[in-house]
């Protein structure tokens, strides 16, 4: 099956600053990467994704890039805000198997 | 247009007894996913429907975990004989297809006492 890690499980920063989660994957047929955002008491909502025939994908403050060779995405937050504090999962593939999640905290 | 709907939003049950968790997914998408979440956790993949394929039931953690759903509509998750360990927010999910954006529900909070 799918092995799925995310790094950093946390992640601290200053707003304004640059944050940087890596979700790396195992299943080379995967072709859907998607990041997901999940705020406090909430569902998570997808926030960005991008797919096998894309190498980035920005919408405004947040992009993901693809790296099917080394079978890894990231995502790229800019100028964060507290707003942003949240946990972020990724889920390569047929999204059957969930990144363990990375806990983004935003200070002002 | 709706989103996914789960109820109830809280269940507060004693161990031993059996439970049912609805889920209902926005029209029109065949796939459906069941996860749980214990505090603090990932999501915990239990249960996928796609539209008449036979459900892939691999992550259901013993058999007093069961799921059904009727047709591309509404599904419901039972618990049976429920122990304090399946205390956790159970999440639905549904989307157009498989290997696509998931749209969740807000959950469902059980708590076994």
């Known amino acids: 099956g799918e092995n799925v890690e995310q790094h950093p499980s946390t992640l601290s920063v200053q707003e304004g600053d640059s944050a940087v989660i890596k979700c790396t994957y195992s299943?080379?047929?995967?072709?859907?990467f998607p990041w997901y955002k999940q705020e406090l008491g909430k569902g998570p909502q997808l926030i960005i994704d991008?797919?096998?025939?894309?190498g980035e994908k920005k919408d405004q403050r947040i992009a993901v890039t693809l790296n099917k060779t080394a079978k890894h995405f990231s995502l790229h937050i800019t100028e964060t805000q507290p707003e942003d504090s949240a946990v972020y999962f990724c889920?390569?593939?047929?999204?059957?198997?969930f990144g363990k999640g990375t806990t983004l905290s935003v200070s002002s | 247009g709706a989103g996914v709907s789960q109820s109830p939003s809280n269940k507060v049950t004693e161990k031993g007894k059996d439970v049912e968790l609805r889920c209902d997914p926005i029209?029109?998408?065949?796939?459906l996913y069941w996860y749980r979440q214990r505090l603090g956790q990932g999501l915990e993949f239990l249960i996928y429907?796609?539209?008449?394929?036979?459900?892939?039931k691999s992550g259901l953690p013993s058999d007093r975990f069961s799921a059904e759903r009727t047709g591309e509509s509404v599904s419901t998750l039972t618990i049976q004989r429920t122990q304090q360990e399946d205390s956790a927010v159970y999440l639905c999910?549904?989307?157009?297809?498989?290997?696509?954006?998931?749209?969740f529900g807000p959950g469902t909070r059980l708590t076994v006492l």
């Open positions: 999910a549904s989307s157009s297809s498989g290997a696509d954006t998931q749209y």
């Open positions: 299943d080379s047929a995967s072709n859907y």
């Open positions: 991008i797919r096998s025939n894309v």
């Open positions: 889920a390569p593939g047929t999204a059957l198997i």
């Open positions: 029209s029109g998408h065949t796939a």
């Open positions: 429907f796609q539209g008449n394929s036979a459900p892939d």
